[in-house]
């Protein structure tokens, strides 16, 4: 009898001890190529993470929407289907309406005040603003600066009057271009390039690296340089999952991030002035706004600001603002 306990006890603690020594899975889905900043930033992860937590954890990186895309990857992030995400601040709308703070037309000055901003204590706690629906934050990659694309020179707002504009999923965009007269269709980046050739919309905005990826300059082959609004992604974990890791991995893991996350904006910063040069090589005609005409871009955009600032919480606004260096 004895033989038998001591048997039983010595299998539990042997199951019990492989049990601990599996490596903890993260599966990272994202739904670009492997040579962008982002996907560069979650393979990166990958080896650091690989390299620095042998044994302790494992890393498995799903690109181009292999494992799931933009419209069911968040509720795979919930369901725990997957632990890893970096979807587009537009994306977590229906779970916070304080991050619309970043959709706000003409709130940043530029890149610059943008990264101001996100290490601010009020940004910091928007990573948190998710919380109770199961999203934990844990970064921002920026992608850059948007510009606007279309198929006529836009050099005031009055020319963008009847286009038609493709967007993400947001409300804000949505108001941005009705304020100039013009239409909003939500579709995936993806579907731009048809949507373009079927004459559903006429336009987009988008970062240089965006435009020049897709290769839309033969139809929309006017670029105006706005730097009107933000495209960041938040890279986002399962709240359960990432608080369940043992302390002292997750703290290596964070700090992994943050490690990633400068190489992610530096690598972002980067493609943009490349491709901004690579778009005007390849024949499309930048619009470049004088003061006077970039002024008025604003005033026709600024008054969504005070529309939203009930949603968004008069402090984060105030928060955005004072980073821009008038």
Request: glycine content about 6%.
């Amino acid at each position: 009898m004895f033989k038998t306990s001591l048997a039983v006890a010595l299998a539990t603690l042997l199951c019990s001890a492989q049990a601990l020594a599996e490596p903890i899975l993260i599966k990272f889905s994202h739904v670009v190529a492997e040579d962008t900043p982002k996907g560069k930033g979650a393979l990166m992860f990958k080896r650091l993470a690989e390299e620095r937590l042998a044994g302790k954890v494992q890393v498995e990186v799903y690109p181009d929407s292999t494992l799931f895309g933009d419209a069911d990857e968040l509720q795979a992030l919930r369901d725990n289907k997957v632990q890893l995400l970096a979807p587009s601040l537009s994306k977590f709308e229906q779970y916070t309406t304080q991050l619309q703070v970043f959709d706000l037309p003409f709130l940043f000055d530029d890149l610059e005040a943008v990264k101001r901003f996100q290490k601010r204590e009020k940004s910091r706690e928007l990573l948190r603003s998710m919380a109770s629906h199961g999203i934990y934050g844990l970064a921002y990659w920026n992608n850059g600066m948007k510009q606007l694309s279309a198929t006529r020179a836009l050099h005031t707002p009055a020319d963008a009057a009847g286009l038609a504009f493709r967007i993400q999923p947001s409300e804000i965009l949505e108001q941005q271009f009705a304020r100039v007269g013009a239409s909003s269709l939500r579709l995936p980046f993806a579907e731009t390039r048809a949507a373009l050739q079927a004459g559903r919309v006429q336009g987009a905005e988008n970062t240089w690296s965006n435009l020049a990826s897709q290769q839309l300059g033969a139809l929309q082959p006017y670029v105006t340089e706005t730097d009107h609004g933000v495209l960041s992604y938040m890279l986002v974990s399962n709240s359960g999952f990432w608080t369940s890791i043992p302390y002292q991995v997750r703290v290596q893991l964070e700090a992994i991030i943050d490690e990633v996350t400068l190489a992610v904006n530096s690598e972002a910063e980067a493609l943009n002035a490349r491709d901004r040069q690579r778009l005007t090589a390849a024949g499309s005609q930048l619009v470049s706004l004088s003061g006077e005409q970039r002024a008025a871009w604003r005033a026709a955009m600024q008054p969504l600001w005070q529309e939203y600032e009930g949603r968004i919480g008069s402090d984060v606004l105030r928060a955005a603002q004072t980073v821009n260096r008038r």
